[in-house]
């Protein structure tokens, strides 16, 4: 008579006796004993910040805005300086962020989808192996029961209120104090915060850091703001929302100025957590990561206060991973993607990524050296855009017919091409001057978006009236 012992996918055939008893339990037990002592394990905690901009930080050589906490923290880290998303609206992004597939695969092109519930997602990964799994998130289709990019996570607080990063803070800082001192189970830890998005956030000093102290942003007569208004998309001019939130303000500046100190804002309070890190002891075990799902528009393009395109502004966003004694204070400029950092943690964790990740683990590109020539496929909600970014060049294709931003019209057939190298801005389209490169590039990105497609079946998130009202008065449904 014999047994047979399944572990770590593996199958062992042991003969039953007294030896083979106790041969049974060590086999059983040793691995679990070897997942909770092991040192390698660390906290896992995923710091993003919704609607970022990649430019925003001083390390990324921005000279105006202040952010000394990032600032450090990417002084004690590898900061990547080219870092894009792989979509530029909320759900979707943090889908691909979680499961390094990218939206043709998970399946969701907007904030009222649902990805399916055979996509595993880190935080599952890592609850398998043992950490305790937390998420505080402010949008409601950031919720499980809406988007179910959720799953994995064990201690989940939902959005019932949208909170601004003081308030959301309360919860992280106590959740961290609750795992002070518990060696038995590492934790992994997302933070969603919302204050860079429309209305942005500055709340005391803030609002004004970055504004003329004695400018009145609600000068009498018409400014730039109401020049901008005729610019923005339908949803937006007539929405209560924007009204309420824009009433009596002239001054389009100002308004950027405000997205400015939430930045700002958001960086002191990010400091709290990392101090708090550092006051718990948990700082030296820890692997931290600071991005964020996408970009803002603030004028670029005549694309105001929205995420639309996939111009730089939108697509281009912070990446900033610290892993103790590991590559410190390493910058690295090479193009990477959001569906990099999935198997990058995974790797850093000891766990071999799944084989249908999108991504690669950037420690691995560092190692080996290998810093040139990185791509990342881009794609817009709906589906309405896809392009790829390359060291030196940024490729778009327009794949449908839509007014929905009146300075920004897409057509169907419609391609743009800019040298991100001696245009950063993006100011002149070559596509008419150089049909070589646009055909090469089009080669490039049909490789890129090639290879094992997944049937994950996704679908549409079944959601109540106020989320679908909200989605609407932020511009996500029309």
Known sequence: MSWIYYFFGGAVTIPVGKTAWMTILVWAILPR?????????????????????????????????????????????????RAYTSITTTAPSFASLFTSLYPSEHGIYSNTGKISENVSTLPEYLLKKGWHTAAIVNLPWLNPE???????????????????????????????????????RPFFLWVHYIDNHTPYHAPGKFQRMYYPKNKDPKAPGPGTLQAAWKVFPLHHRDNPFFEKWLAGITDAQYVVAAYKGSVSWLDEQIGRVIDR???????????????????????????????????????KIPLIIRM??????????????QVDIMPTIMARCGLPAPKQVRGTDLWDVIDKESLAGGIALLEHAGFYLKGIVTQEYKYIQHRTNRKIYPSYPMQRGREELYDLTNDPNEEQDLIKKRPDLAKELRIVLKEVESGNRIDLKAKKADIDGQTEEMLRSLGYTQ
């Not at 390390?59 to 880290?77: H, K, M, V, W, Y």
């Not at 959301?168 to 002070?180: A, G, K, M, Q």
Request: aromatic share 8%; charged share 25%.
């Open 146 to 184: 809406v988007s179910n990019i959720a799953q994995g996570i064990e201690q989940m607080e939902k959005c019932e209120h949208i909170r601004k990063a003081d308030r959301t803070n309360r919860w992280v800082l106590d959740f961290l104090d609750s795992r002070r001192g518990k060696s038995d």
């Open 324 to 337: 103790p004694g590991e590559h410190e204070g390493k910058t690295i400029n090479r193009v990477v993607q």
């Open 33 to 81: 004993l070897a997942l909770s002592a092991s040192p390698d394990r660390y906290n896992v905690v995923v710091l993003t910040a919704d609607a970022f901009r990649g430019d925003m930080l001083g390390a990324n050589g921005n000279p105006e805005i202040q952010t000394p906490n990032l600032d450090r923290l990417a002084a004690q880290s590898v900061n990547f300086t």
């Open 277 to 315: 890190l550092k006051q718990n002891q948990q700082w030296e075990k820890t692997l931290l990561v600071f991005t964020s799902d996408h970009g803002e528009s603030l004028g670029e393009h005549g694309l105001w206060f929205l995420h639309g395109g996939l111009f730089e502004a939108t697509t």
